[in-house]
């Protein structure tokens, strides 16, 4: 089945550490998204990448670092920076000039 | 002021009922204008595309689009407990994919 698979599901965070979350998709698309999403909030942009090697911030992009070295592939790093982390976090992608973007099940990250 | 208002509910109808869920909107620039349904703790999933101005209709669901007014609608009809979720919009203007405005949901419940 094509679709975004999004891991763990859950995760921890102590303070000062930084921890990644896990975005594989195998629809092809070439563009992929971060979002974060917080109660009563909309979904707010963290960084995107239209292609391997290249990405860009998005609006809320401080505290956080990615990488594109493979198309499949758009992992999140959520560092020491980012003092406020606990939100839900949502990985998309999108193909071409299609609007329509496509969600992976989402990470619950939370601050022990 | 927000680009992008949608009331947060959450909205209780019993089964059976027509629910109406609505985000109105600043930018007059916006040309697409999507519908996601969002389960608790999950991705969202994409119902309703639209472009432009007009209703669109698929199934049970139908999507209005009132650019004058700035005005977006989704009618839910013979609505049934399994479309208890969190609905959001979204939008976006020409050649805007990567600026996808998100409204932050409208809570749903429908009750047996």
């Known amino acids: 089945d094509g679709g975004i698979t999004q891991s763990p599901k859950y995760l921890f965070r102590k303070e000062g550490q930084n921890v990644t979350l896990s975005c594989e998709q195998n629809?092809?698309?070439?563009?992929m998204y971060w979002y974060r999403q917080d109660p009563g909030q909309g979904l707010r942009l963290i960084y995107y990448?239209?292609?391997?090697?290249?990405?860009q911030k998005g609006d809320i992009a401080e505290g956080y670092s990615v990488s594109r070295e493979k198309k499949e592939s758009f992992p999140l790093t959520v560092t020491s920076a980012q003092k406020n982390p606990t939100a839900f976090y949502l990985c998309?992608?999108?193909?071409?000039?299609?609007?329509?973007?496509?969600f992976g099940s989402g990470t619950q990250l939370s601050v022990l | 002021q927000k680009e992008v208002e949608q009331d947060p509910g959450p909205l209780s109808v019993p089964e059976g009922a027509i629910v109406s869920l609505n985000c109105t909107y600043s930018n007059s620039a916006f040309q697409y204008f999507m519908w996601y349904r969002q389960y608790s703790r999950k991705g969202p999933e994409l119902l309703m595309y639209?472009?432009?101005?007009g209703n669109k209709e698929d199934g049970r669901f139908t999507a209005q689009v009132d650019k004058s007014s700035k005005y977006i609608s989704l009618f839910i009809r013979d609505s049934q407990p399994s479309d208890s979720a969190t609905y959001l919009c979204a939008m976006s203007d020409v050649g805007g994919y990567n600026k996808l405005i998100f409204g932050a949901g409208t809570r749903l419940a429908v009750h047996p």
């Open positions: 998309a992608s999108r193909q071409g000039r299609d609007e329509k973007l496509f």
């Open positions: 639209t472009y432009s101005s």
């Open positions: 990448s239209q292609i391997v090697n290249d990405f």
């Open positions: 629809l092809n698309h070439d563009a």
